[in-house]
């Protein structure tokens, strides 16, 4: 306790090591340790082994509050239940839709995954979702051989009737997202834009400046490993 009875803020040196390691944007390998605490939760590409979090893939860690994440610096889109994903609608079939998820696996959007009885015998489905539609859905089910299930009955799911579609590596999109929303939503602030980012790497925008946004969301991706980048990509926005 300091003179007049109050506490020092100082941090402890296990604290000030700790809040080091996570803002370095440390690379790691398969089976590599990355802390060794019970006060974390593994995360996505990571697993717990007695008192220690490892990594899965080779990738960067990244901190969500407590949970740990290793975001992979490579690799395809794998579909994983509660993603939210953009598609794009390649076959009508009588029971539902094939939508391509820039996956290595089609995705199957049944009758079942979407809001109000159908009645294919009655209906003519190219008119709820057609060849060429573009919509904003949720994994719902993904089988052990990857037969992959999407909805559109959450909430935010949607068929999107304009805008500007583009895409990113699928790794790279938590670092677009930032923490908490807050990388997307300053380029939304600046650009005026509405933005809807799917786990697959597909981003759709709409709005006046698409092609600003698009060019912030590039930039992101580029250089997502480079420490400072939200104060790069807001002065980025703020130029043009």
Known sequence: MEKGGSFSSEKNPEEKVLEEHKNERKVVIPGEKIIESMDYLPGRNCF???NSIYSKRIGVVYYRGRVIDV???SGKYIPEVGDMV????EEIQYSGWIVDINSPYKAFLPLSGVRGFIDPSKTDLSRIYGIG???YAKVFDVTPLKDVKISMKDLGTRKFENGRI???SPVKVPRII???GSMINLIKEKTGCRISVGQNGVIWIQGEKENLAAKAIFEIEKNSQVSGLT???SKLLSKE
């Open 71 to 73: 975001v992979p610096l």
């Open 48 to 50: 717990r082994d007695g």
């Open 133 to 135: 539609d573009v919509i």
């Open 166 to 168: 583009i895409k990113v």
């Open 231 to 233: 104060d790069y990509i």
């Open 178 to 180: 930032g923490k908490q």
């Open 86 to 89: 953009i598609g794009i609608v």
